[in-house]
């Protein structure tokens, strides 16, 4: 399980163009997984040094990833990609491990749209979401790509954005409740910082939602693709120990109206939950 959460400004005239003053784009994010699973932290790639994110480094998975930001200074053009799974879809012939799918989208030069139609023509993969965010000097669009069911829509940009491990049109109740949460959040803070320590309240307020241990149940779709365990996955953060497994990646990612970005990532670096943190703090001028 994963849960996603984006707010794209939708500019003056809608297609996302720069607002002085305001942010760009905030995201908040969870990854739920195997705590003993291997992972790097987040940082920028040697092979792509414009691209920033973790990376996974299970054996025969190794640099694949599942949130990465990625910017082009000589075109302008900022990507972000996300993958969540879609639990409880069983995808014949599934011969591909889907880690590439965001690694390959945030190092290239392909638009989310070409990117996202080539992905479907070409799906040898387990039941995904791919969410693609690609921000111009003057426009911005974000996509949602599926293949349970297959298809490719474009964002409404008027509101915030939720994702979880379910189809669109049927948000999980925790996707539906945390969309609203975070929705306030933005409206806080809509505007750029200030001051550091309004930078600070806004990320302590993502990252206090990403933390939230509330838990929306009973939810029918929850329950329908996850029976054994819908109680234990209804909350933000999952903390599911008994499995050994949980939220153990938070990350926001913020992007103001000249393209400079803050990525701040809070992991877990042993399988303990009670240990601490490893906090990544990256800045970056796209």
């Known amino acids: 399980m994963c849960i996603l959460f984006i707010y794209v400004n939708s500019g003056h005239g809608g297609d996302g163009d720069p607002v002085f003053g305001e942010y760009r784009m905030i995201l908040a994010s969870n990854r739920d997984e195997y ?4 992972a790097k932290i987040a940082e920028p790639w040697e092979e792509s040094p414009h691209v920033i994110g973790g990376r996974d480094m299970e054996p025969g998975r190794e640099g694949g990833t599942w949130l990465a930001i990625g910017g082009d200074n000589r075109t302008g053009i900022i990507r972000v990609g996300a993958l969540l799974n879609v639990t409880g879809e069983n995808k014949p012939n599934v011969t591909s491990g889907r880690g590439p799918i965001v690694a ?3 190092a290239g030069t392909v638009s989310n749209e070409d990117y ?3 992905l479907l023509a070409t799906d040898t993969y387990g039941a995904f979401n791919f ?4 921000l111009d000097r003057s426009k911005a669009s974000v996509l949602h790509a599926s293949n349970a069911p297959t298809g490719i829509n474009r964002c409404d940009l008027t ?16 996707v539906r409740h945390g969309r609203k949460r975070f929705g306030d959040i933005v409206d806080k803070h809509l505007k750029v910082a200030a001051t550091g320590h309004d930078r600070d309240a806004l990320v302590e307020e993502l990252l206090g939602l990403l933390k939230s241990n509330d838990k929306y149940f009973p939810d029918k779709e929850l329950s329908r693709r996850a029976p054994a365990q ?12 008994e499995a050994g497994y949980g939220s153990r990646t938070r990350t926001v990612i913020l992007v103001d109206h000249q393209n400079r970005m803050e990525f701040i990532e809070e992991t877990m670096v042993s399988t303990n ?14």
């Open 35 to 38: 705590y003993a699973r291997p």
């Open 104 to 106: 390959d989208y945030v």
């Open 116 to 118: 996202s139609r080539h």
């Open 131 to 134: 969410v693609s965010v690609e």
């Open 159 to 174: 509101a915030p954005l939720g994702f979880g491990n379910s189809t669109m049109d049927v948000p999980l109740e925790k």
């Open 230 to 241: 819908a109680e234990k996955l209804a909350s933000i953060n999952v903390r599911f120990p």
């Open 273 to 286: 939950l009670d240990d601490e943190w490893k906090r990544t703090h990256i800045e970056r001028q796209f």
